[in-house]
């Protein structure tokens, strides 16, 4: 078996890091609850299949990191996912909005795969062995997201006016909300120090507006100069609060439930 | 840890026992083939087992997990068998063995082409690389239909030349 390097961390970073696992986390959870809501209603038959596979493997992926989450913090990760109030989750505010329509959708999917890319790509870096192979063996993962997310894209930006149109419009909504998938942690600058996080996350976003910019703009024209704020992952939605009520309905009728 | 008269080490035994459990959602293929098994230790107190999920969210595990304890336990070689979920080296589809890679095209599953998914780190440039063998007639002319299939690690395809749908196991 392979002895994993794990970095000696001090209590603030080991916090540090609690915070940074819990918002990747939240983030794959949530929208993974809200791809699974167009199981059954997706445009077509091979959609269907395709949001519900998405949402099953982010769900997965959730379920990994509050595992890795749980054993930091000598927690338990069943609890972490169903046991928490609304406005103790620290998913995105692009994560925040109910799915809409199908453009609505395709437009966070690809604001959400582009950033996540950036992401994990940085994690995979990471001192934190145990966060590093699980970035690595999610970033294979998720290139097949993120290859779905663009054709879909390309489908409804080169489609008829109107699929056209609401694209534009949904990227233009969420585009704020997206910086907020790198909103700064508490404690950030020591998991920088440690390694366990390659750069500070306004970097990261630097570098993910760099890329998508490019693709967005010939179909939204110039998108505002936006940044990450520092409320990005503890503001919360009526929408949001919805749906935290419909995945915490079987946790919070039987307790004993397990995933 | 040879036992006096044995052939095979306590090991030996336990990847020979796991060579005999089939994959709870391909059958046609075991743990061993699917290359999900990273490892095998056995001590004094417990036998340990890596286990090295295909997909994160599989939910197969658990059953793996179980078949394993429930197998290997009954060897008798310690007094419990831990199963590890390790992504440490994650798996790739690379790891199916050949005579797994045969069973699959038996069952009417492509195998997964060698190496990973897509090319490129920049979106201009990523492109997947979608490419798979009819099971049926061997036929290249074949389509990706859905990246995304009835399991997790199931993709579906279609063959231009003898019509047949057909499921690929995914290249990841």
């Known amino acids: 078996m392979t002895v994993r390097f794990v970095p000696q961390l001090d209590l603030a970073q080991r916090e540090a890091l609690a915070e940074l696992l819990l918002s990747l986390a939240d983030d794959e959870f949530v929208i993974g609850f809200w791809d699974s809501e167009w199981t059954g209603i997706a ?8 949001t519900s596979s998405i949402a099953q493997d982010e769900i997965g992926h959730a379920k990994a990191l509050y595992e890795m989450l749980a054993e930091l913090t000598d927690d338990d990760a069943d609890r972490i996912a169903y046991g928490r109030a609304a406005e103790d989750f620290r998913h995105a505010a692009l994560l925040n909005h109910a799915r809409r329509d199908w453009a609505f959708s395709v437009a966070r999917r ?55 149109e609401r694209l534009a419009s949904a990227l233009r909504t969420l585009w704020a909300d997206a910086q907020e998938l790198f909103a700064p942690l ?22 993910w507006q760099g890329q998508v910019r490019r693709r967005l703009e010939p179909i939204t024209g110039e998108l505002p100069a936006a940044a990450p704020t520092a409320d990005g992952r503890t503001r919360r939605t009526d929408e949001f609060a919805w749906l935290h009520g419909e995945f915490t309905s079987v946790a919070s009728s039987e307790e004993a439930a397990i995933w | 840890m040879v036992m006096p008269g044995s052939v095979r080490s306590p090991e030996e035994r336990v990847w020979d026992e796991l060579g005999g459990i089939a994959d709870p959602e391909i059958p046609a293929i075991s743990l061993v083939d699917l290359g999900v098994i990273g490892s095998v230790a056995v001590h004094d107190d417990a036998v340990r087992v890596e286990l090295l999920p295909t997909f994160v969210g599989c939910p197969a595990i658990a ?110």
């Open chain 1, 186 to 207: 508490d404690g950030e600058a020591a998991l920088v120090r440690a390694g366990v996080l390659r750069e500070p996350m306004h970097a990261l976003d630097t570098e």
């Open chain 1, 110 to 164: 690809y604001l959400y795969e582009t950033a996540d890319a950036v992401r994990l790509t940085a994690l995979a870096a990471s001192t934190y062995e145990p966060l590093a192979m699980l970035a690595g063996k999610m970033r294979r993962e998720e290139t097949y997201h993120l290859l779905h997310a663009d054709a879909w894209l390309r489908r409804l930006a080169d489609g008829a006016a109107e699929p056209r």
């Open chain 1, 43 to 50: 445009p077509m038959l091979e959609e269907d299949v395709a």
């Open chain 2, 63 to 172: 059953v793996m997990q179980d078949r394993i304890r429930e197998r290997v336990g009954a060897l008798n070689l310690a007094e419990r068998v831990e199963v590890e979920i390790s992504f440490d080296p994650p798996w790739t589809s690379d790891r199916i063995s050949p005579q797994g890679r045969e069973r699959l095209r038996m069952s009417g599953f492509a195998p997964p082409q060698f190496g990973p998914a897509a090319v490129g780190s920049d979106l201009a440039e990523l492109t997947v690389l979608s490419i798979a063998e009819c099971p049926y007639c061997g036929s290249r002319n074949t389509t990706m239909e859905n990246a995304f299939g009835p399991t997790l690690c199931r993709a579906i395809y279609h063959c231009a030349d003898c019509r047949q749908p057909f499921e690929q196991f995914k290249r990841v």
